[in-house]
């Protein structure tokens, strides 16, 4: 029987957009043993001061479009130790491998220590899993100083995870990432990997499934989840490149787009550590949230790609008047309230915003004439000067802006007028390059001179891949810029190629 294009979106869930409900009672069909189920390792997320989410998903043949899993619900047990060797076990119980959520497990936790290391495993079947760690929050009230690392945009097909293998490596309480965790196009020639799983574009709930697999069983991965827990959002390539809320700019019908979106929303649900107050609701899932730790710092984590508008003037880089025009939504209505909330409600001294592209405005044009993204804040820019009028209207205490998306290093001055370069810095942003994306890269872009020249708020750029690593304490933020000198063949090390301070109180960002 052929698949027709409808077939292939709906996959062989349930179709429709209505809300995904779990179900109320296990489904057991017998006591058939499983094959080795944890192909895809395990990982945390989403600390309190008292918990944390513990994933695994099972998956015994993960690049099946059932998994090698039967059709049933699957009981899982979980401990969690006070010690890598579980002689201090102070937590067990069972959790449920659900089967309308392709067999992930969301274990959500409370009941521990403020900002204590934990080690926790999975067992089913006989079965034990890879042992992960994590840590929960500091308490509120307190401020003790603390490391997190973030990073965006690994394109299986461009190259080995070797920044996700040197991240494990580091000693951070807290993986911040940013967008772009899969990409969903088909294979395509001339790259360093072109196995990809499925070889063409992702499109059903078990395509998208399998590319996450594809992502999770690399050895590199399951390291960088095992060794802390993350605080995920996602940008476009977990979807469609360059979509906008429900518009794509390829050629596809609403009903198809919409189908698309809903089997995407959802395998990126189950296969993150997330809680369940972002269980995805038809073609919806709410991603933006926040996350406290301690009095030090507030993480405000952004969704600016399934609210906004189309991109002014069909995208690209442009002047173009509709970018200002202020009825254009980018995070939409209730987020952006939302934001304006958190920001004014924060007791912490940092207020980290965790989002996915440009803040800053970035004129790519030499000389008089200007361009600027329009599929950055650039390309909504009435949306950037309300949130920035509201920063300093109100007082935020120190703004830190996390951005991915470009594959490529910047660190930028957040200016309150970014049309006056003699305005004040308000806060900083840091713009992480790419885990693979781009491949190996270079020292610099061949438009850095230009940008440079025309963007005096811009302190730096590397067009190499890696991660930034930030150290938050009450008088300091300090972050170091990674790079690796290639992703094309595996054993990169990795070395700091700047590292840049924000003073408590005074905003703007120096290089050390």
Not at 52 to 61: F, G, I, M, N
Not at 288 to 294: A, I, M, Q, T
Not at 456 to 468: A, D, T
Request: aromatic share 12%; charged share 20%.
């Amino acid at each position: 029987m052929n698949r027709t294009r409808r077939n292939i979106l709906l996959g062989t869930a349930a179709a429709g957009t209505a809300a995904i409900v779990l179900p109320q009672a296990l489904a057991w069909a017998g006591n058939n043993k499983l094959r080795y189920p944890f192909t895809l390792g395990v990982a945390s997320g989403e600390p309190t001061p008292d918990g944390v989410v513990l994933w695994t998903r099972l998956a015994p043949k993960p690049f099946e479009a059932d998994a090698g899993m039967p059709s049933r619900d699957v009981e899982v047990e979980w401990e969690i130790a006070a010690d890598e060797h579980f002689r201090r076990v102070v937590r067990r119980g069972k959790g449920v491998a659900w089967q309308v959520y392709g067999h992930a497990v969301h274990v959500e936790l409370g009941g521990l220590a403020p900002h204590t290391w934990y080690w926790y495993r999975f067992k089913v079947d006989g079965h034990v899993s890879p042992v992960g760690r994590t840590r929960t929050a500091p308490a509120p009230g307190t401020s003790p100083e603390f490391r997190f690392g973030f990073a965006s945009c690994a394109s299986y097909e461009y190259g080995y995870y070797t920044a996700y293998e040197r991240m494990a490596e580091e000693d951070f309480d807290l993986i911040v990432f940013l967008g772009d965790y899969i990409y969903e196009y088909g294979v395509e020639t001339n790259h360093v990997r072109q196995n990809y799983a499925p070889p063409y574009p992702c499109m059903s709930v078990e395509d998208y499934r399998m590319r996450f697999a594809q992502q999770k069983v690399e050895p590199e991965v399951q390291q960088v989840h095992a060794a802390a827990p993350w605080l995920p959002t996602w940008d476009d390539h977990e979807l469609l490149n360059d979509y906008s809320g429900m518009y794509s700019p390829y050629a596809w019908t609403d009903e198809e787009f919409a189908l698309r979106r809903r089997n995407a929303y959802r395998a990126y649900y189950e296969n993150m550590p997330l809680r369940k107050s972002t269980l995805p609701h038809g073609i919806d899932m709410r991603i933006y949230r926040s996350l406290d730790y301690g009095d030090l710092a507030r993480f405000v984590v952004l969704d600016t790609r399934q609210y906004r508008d189309p991109q002014a003037c069909r995208g690209g880089i442009k002047t173009c008047p509709e970018a200002s025009d202020p009825a254009r939504k980018f995070l939409g209505n209730d987020q952006e309230q939302w934001v304006y909330g958190q920001l004014d409600s924060s007791p912490a001294r940092w207020n980290v915003i965790a989002q996915q592209v440009f803040l800053s405005a970035i004129d790519e044009s030499a000389g008089t004439a200007q361009s600027f993204s329009m599929d950055s804040w650039s390309g909504y820019s009435a949306s950037r000067d309300r949130l920035l009028s509201h920063i300093q209207a109100t007082g935020t205490s120190n703004p830190i802006v996390l951005t991915g998306d470009v594959h490529a290093h910047y660190v930028s001055d957040i200016k309150a007028n970014f049309n006056d370069p003699a305005s004040a810095s308000i806060g900083a942003e840091f713009v992480v390059t790419s885990i693979t994306s781009e491949t190996d890269g270079a020292d610099a872009r061949p438009t850095w001179p230009v940008l440079q020249a025309e963007n005096p708020h811009l302190k730096y750029h590397s067009f190499r891949r890696g991660y930034g690593a930030t150290t938050v304490g009450k008088d300091t933020l300090t972050t170091e810029m990674k790079i690796l000198p290639y992703v094309s063949t595996k054993g990169a090390p990795v070395s700091t190629d700047a590292t840049f301070v924000v003073e408590n109180g005074v905003g703007g960002v120096v290089r050390a």
